[in-house]
């Protein structure tokens, strides 16, 4: 497709957007950041920190520390995660020392300008920082702290040099005591072209955007960003749709227009997590330097970041191919639902049960983008697509969005299915209903529809590390003997048979009733019971099995990034890619009703078979795993350059590795060939025809 210049809006915002928010050019809307909301960011949006959760009505109100509550609750846990002893912000529900404390927060004078930072900081006070005594010296469950170590003269609060340090929780400030300011993360850093403010991107004027990458008619774009002189941002910036394009110049298809949603759907969860590493692919330590995260459903923002970076992406929504809509539900799940108690951390949803709040923020995005927008009723919302990345998430995608293209980790396929999570929170099947919320019930709203449709829907990978796999021959390790028939080690729950299906807990215990580790040379059990690096342990199986948790779970990316066939014990669920590769090829399937021959049907398999099958791993694996994106491409030559420096000259392998060993040590590949992202693109490319 020939390139054209993006859009260039012209359009103001009502009030500047209060001088909070970021004007959108183009629809002279306001996005707002925490604290604010509105078509002009006008109106406060506050997140109390609270000690009680509040069952009805639309309002909230600030919550006073009630340490007494502590001796009637069970536990520190019996509270939500926001109570405080200290000083609320209530802008993020962040918990901080008193301001008459050395070293409390004192926020911005009342007559600052909206957009002023605290004057100071403060040390935070999370969950784990909480007082265990009233101040007649009763102890409460409100805390865990001796309140001497928190407010006495050497205490945290207080003293230069605690005798007592409490957890640095807020992104952007670590080092010693939490007082150092760092950068926080972004997605794409917003362009370079606004600062980062807990995710959320406060634009330059001129620009707007999730990350900054549109500009107005009047912007100036042949100053540098500050990536030219951040050079630790550097590396995450990159924005090739924001660029001027060159006579003749082409695009790649499919090209996919990134909605600019309100900031309650995605990134006004990243502003309200209060643990550094979740919700995020990558953050920045103390030194600025950029470190790569291992949360489980780091997909959610990971993939946007991929998207806004990518070739694929377009400025133009008139010239997309497809929509992609940016919800962080994931985020929403765990942590931020819980922890205080704004409408937006619950999503008008009971407080006991967590999917249900998932769905409505996925309706309401819905709702929004057809109010908003004229895309999804021009073809009925087949060109849309939606990334939900929790265990069972695409069992609660509300009906009305289903004509969309669904992605996600967990391909369920069976029409009248039940929750099969093993954590009630987590469940869908109840009914919910709530005099004000769902007075009509909840389930209405997903009812109808399996979890998964191979025909439109696509289950893809996890996003795995480079240092998951670190020990594979696949990234450059030497191969080693795959002494292990057959491999499974992670959590087992013999007494939670919801979780897993069961299938866990028997494969356990015939491994440990019937010996197979000794007998079979195959392990199956907990870290506890197998112990050792899994990467290695992975390295040196044959075969790896893939059986499910409390929905998805990530051992089909672990078996294929390790060379180890992987054994699919799960029936009518399809694992990542399985409607887009040719799977049977590299891969075993095992009925469930069959799981108790697993060692005669694994020894059943002859050499000549799995040689072909680990060869058949070897041209795919890497579609596994999402080395194309920026930092892990970086962190993944890192990884093969250790490894070279071991093997030494020449390749350890070079002349063909014993058949035990295959696949053959890969000492040098590309991280941009032919990955999970790039597969991902083919896939929806191929898709265009059945969209229009």
């Known amino acids: 497709m020939?390139?054209?210049?993006?859009?260039?809006?012209?359009?103001?915002?009502?009030?500047?957007?209060?001088?909070?928010?970021?004007?959108?050019?183009?629809?002279?809307?306001?996005?707002?950041?925490?604290?604010?909301?509105?078509?002009?960011?006008?109106?406060?949006?506050?997140r109390h920190c609270t000690h009680t959760y509040t069952e009805w009505g639309f309002e909230r109100f600030p919550q006073p520390a009630n340490l007494s509550l502590g001796l009637e609750r069970e536990s520190m846990w019996a509270f939500p995660a926001t109570h405080c002893a200290g000083f609320c912000d209530d802008t993020l529900a962040a918990c901080f020392c008193p301001s008459n404390t050395t070293f409390g927060h004192i926020p911005a004078p009342p007559d600052a300008p909206l957009d002023s930072r605290p004057v100071r900081m403060g040390r935070p006070m999370d969950q784990f920082c909480q007082?265990?005594?009233?101040?007649?010296?009763?102890?409460?469950?409100?805390?865990?702290?001796?309140?001497?170590?928190?407010?006495?003269?050497?205490?945290?609060?207080?003293?230069?040099?605690?005798?007592?340090?409490?957890?640095?929780?807020?992104?952007?400030?670590?080092g010693k005591n939490c007082m150092e300011r760092y950068e926080q993360y972004c997605p794409n850093q917003c362009n370079g072209r606004g600062e980062c403010e807990l995710g959320y991107c406060h634009c330059d004027p001129g620009w707007h955007g999730i990350d900054c990458a549109h500009r107005s008619a009047t912007a100036d774009a042949s100053a540098p960003g500050r990536e030219a002189t951040q050079r630790w941002v550097a590396e995450h910036v990159h924005t090739p749709a924001a660029r001027e394009f060159e006579a003749g110049s082409v695009r790649k298809r499919p090209l996919i227009y990134v909605y600019e949603l309100p900031s309650q759907y995605n990134v006004l969860m990243h502003q309200w997590r209060h643990t550094v590493g979740m919700c995020v692919p990558r953050h920045f330590a103390p030194d600025n330097v950029t470190v790569l995260t291992a949360w489980t459903y780091a997909l959610e923002s990971g993939f946007l970041e991929m998207l806004l970076q990518s070739e694929h992406r377009t400025l133009d929504p008139e010239e997309a191919d497809y929509f992609y809509v940016p919800t962080f539900t994931s985020c929403f799940i765990n942590p931020v639902r819980d922890t205080a108690d704004s409408l937006y951390d619950f999503f008008y949803a009971v407080h006991f049960n967590r999917v249900q709040g998932a769905t409505n923020m996925l309706l309401e995005a819905y709702h929004w983008i057809r109010a908003h927008h004229p895309y999804w009723d021009r073809r009925g919302g087949r060109d849309h697509i939606w990334l939900v990345t929790h265990d069972e998430a695409p069992c609660y995608v509300p009906?009305?969005?289903?004509?969309?293209?669904?992605?996600?980790?967990?391909?369920?396929?069976?029409?009248?299915?039940?929750?099969?999570?093993?954590?009630?929170?987590?469940?869908?099947?109840?009914?919910?209903?709530?005099?004000?919320?769902?007075?009509?019930?909840?389930?209405?709203?997903?009812?109808g529809f399996p979890c998964y449709d191979p025909a439109k829907d696509l289950v893809v990978?996890?996003?795995?590390?480079?240092?998951?796999?670190?020990?594979?021959?696949?990234?450059?390790?030497?191969?080693?003997?795959?002494?292990?028939?057959?491999?499974?080690?992670?959590?087992?729950?013999?007494?939670?048979?919801?979780?897993?299906?069961?299938?866990?807990?028997?494969?356990?215990?015939?491994?440990?009733?019937?010996?197979?580790?000794?007998?079979?040379?195959?392990?199956?059990?907990?870290?506890?019971?197998v112990e050792g690096d899994y990467s290695s342990l992975l390295a040196s199986s044959v075969f790896c099995l893939v059986l499910p948790g409390d929905g998805w779970t990530a051992r089909m990316e672990d078996a294929m990034l390790h060379g180890c066939i992987p054994v699919i014990i799960m029936d009518e669920v399809h694992v990542a890619f399985e409607s887009a590769l040719d799977l049977a090829s590299v891969s075993l399937r095992i009925p469930q009703s069959d799981m108790h021959r697993l060692p005669e049907i694994l020894q059943a398999v002859p050499?000549?078979?799995?040689?072909?099958?680990?060869?058949?791993?070897?041209?795919?694996?890497?579609?596994?795993?999402?080395?194309?994106?920026?930092?892990?491409?970086?962190?993944?030559?890192?990884?093969?350059?250790?490894?070279?420096?071991?093997?030494?000259?020449?390749?350890?392998?070079a002349e063909g590795p014993a058949t035990a060993l295959l696949?053959?040590?890969?000492?040098?590949?590309?991280p941009s060939a032919d990955d999970a992202f790039v597969t991902i693109m083919a896939w929806l490319y191929g898709r265009i025809p059945a969209t229009r």
Not at 621 to 645: E, G, L
């Open 131 to 174: 007082p265990n005594r009233l101040p007649d010296g009763r102890p409460t469950n409100w805390g865990t702290v001796e309140p001497e170590d928190l407010f006495g003269p050497e205490g945290w609060c207080n003293a230069e040099q605690p005798r007592h340090e409490c957890p640095c929780y807020i992104d952007g400030w670590g």
């Open 399 to 447: 009906a009305a969005i289903r004509p969309s293209i669904i992605i996600s980790h967990w391909g369920r396929m069976d029409a009248n299915h039940t929750s099969g999570t093993g954590y009630m929170a987590d469940s869908y099947d109840a009914d919910i209903r709530h005099p004000q919320f769902e007075p009509e019930g909840w389930r209405r709203k997903i009812e």
């Open 663 to 670: 696949p053959a040590t890969v000492p040098d590949l590309n």
């Open 2 to 46: 020939w390139a054209t210049p993006p859009p260039r809006g012209n359009k103001t915002c009502s009030l500047d957007c209060n001088k909070v928010g970021t004007c959108n050019a183009l629809t002279g809307y306001c996005t707002c950041p925490a604290g604010w909301t509105g078509f002009n960011c006008l109106h406060p949006m506050k």
């Open 461 to 529: 990978p996890a996003l795995k590390t480079p240092e998951h796999f670190g020990a594979s021959p696949l990234a450059g390790a030497a191969t080693r003997e795959r002494t292990w028939l057959g491999f499974h080690r992670g959590r087992v729950q013999p007494e939670n048979m919801q979780f897993a299906r069961g299938i866990r807990q028997r494969l356990a215990k015939l491994a440990e009733e019937q010996g197979w580790a000794k007998r079979h040379r195959i392990l199956v059990g907990e870290e506890k019971e």
């Open 607 to 653: 050499e000549e078979l799995r040689q072909q099958m680990r060869h058949n791993l070897a041209r795919v694996w890497q579609r596994y795993a999402y080395t194309s994106w920026r930092p892990y491409a970086r962190a993944f030559r890192q990884i093969q350059q250790k490894h070279a420096s071991v093997r030494g000259a020449p390749d350890q392998g």
